[in-house]
């Protein structure tokens, strides 16, 4: 559990009325953009407010009539999610940071040199990065940001990133949950079969496979079927 005087308040409106919760701002970020989090870990305190700073407390009725529950987790999740994180300057800037060093580590892992076909060091990418001016959105996943980050320094280097072709079907019990995770990695194209289950085709960097897959198995508890169609370079 994150100390109160570490943490920020992430907010949610709705109805009128107001909802904020204390929050680690990292794991806060983490969540908005998908990845699992412990409740525990995120949360200073196990309170709903209507005013952060003034400790005063949502009560039941409002809490049931807004997220039909009282369940904290699940509160929490949808205030991340759906609300805002009230980072300081230099939270931002840390999380900027933070973000920054896993595209230049992801493009490091997975792009190449199509003219040597060897790999581009970190510090090549973190000079063409500095070279475009590359400014991180902290509100985007670094997976949203890796393919507008190829197209700039392509025109500085020579770069390019060993693509798939993946085809899964989720069955119908997780579709629903399982359809904001394929967006997240880029769905080309996708369809609701007849008996609630959903098929969806993406391409995705060689080096997002593990992820997608591990993200799918963990949702689905390992229902997931999956296909790869071809390699795109």
Request: glycine content about 6%.
């Amino acid at each position: 559990m994150v100390r109160t005087e570490d943490a920020v308040i992430a907010r949610f409106e709705h109805s009128g009325e107001k909802f904020e919760i204390l929050v680690d701002p990292d794991l806060a970020m983490d969540l908005k953009h998908g990845k699992e989090v412990s409740t525990d870990d995120l949360l200073a305190s196990e309170m709903v407010f209507k005013d952060a700073h003034k400790g005063e407390e949502k009560n039941a009725e409002s809490l049931k009539k807004v997220f039909g529950t009282t369940d904290i987790a699940k509160i929490a999740k949808r205030i991340v999610s759906e609300g805002e994180v009230q980072l300081t300057t230099q939270q931002r800037h840390g999380i900027a940071e933070k973000k920054r060093k896993e595209i230049v580590a992801f493009i490091s892992r997975n792009a190449f040199n199509p003219q040597t076909n060897t790999p581009h060091p970190a510090q090549r990418i973190e000079n063409a990065l500095d070279q475009i001016k590359f400014s991180v959105d902290i509100n985007k996943s670094v997976k949203e940001q890796i393919t507008e980050v190829l197209k700039e320094i392509k025109k500085l280097i020579p770069i390019s990133m060993e693509n798939f072709r993946v085809a899964v079907k989720i069955p119908a019990q997780y579709a629903g949950k399982a359809s904001p995770v394929l967006h997240k990695y880029g769905v080309q194209k996708e369809e609701w079969q007849n008996d609630g289950s959903l098929v969806a085709m993406l391409e995705i960097p060689a080096g997002a496979k593990q992820d997608l897959f591990n993200e799918l198995n963990h949702l689905t508890h390992g229902e997931v079927e999956s296909k790869i169609l071809e390699n795109k370079g």
